[in-house]
């Protein structure tokens, strides 16, 4: 798995599977070959990626937890709108 996190607070935004290309640059973050999405406000310099995670959690959702390149830990700002 790769995730893509908001490098000044950690939040893991988005999670792919590692055969997903992620290329990032200084204006956007173009995922798939073909894109299939670019993300528009997030870029390389406001974001990190990593790579071939495999302690991601089961009902990961975007924002849910933060990594910081080794441990996943509940956002405690997150809140479930499902609710």
Do not use: H
Request: contains cysteine; glycine residues 4%.
């Amino acid at each position: 798995m790769k995730t893509i996190i908001e490098t000044s607070t950690i939040i893991s935004k988005y999670l792919f599977e590692d055969d997903v290309s992620v290329d990032m640059t200084s204006e956007q973050i173009i995922v798939g070959d073909p894109p299939r999405f670019i993300i528009a406000d997030m870029n390389s310099d406001n974001s990190t990626l990593y790579t071939d995670i495999t302690n991601a959690p089961d009902d990961w959702v975007g924002c849910k937890y933060t990594f910081d390149g080794t441990t996943w830990l509940e956002n405690p700002d997150w809140a479930d709108t499902e609710v």
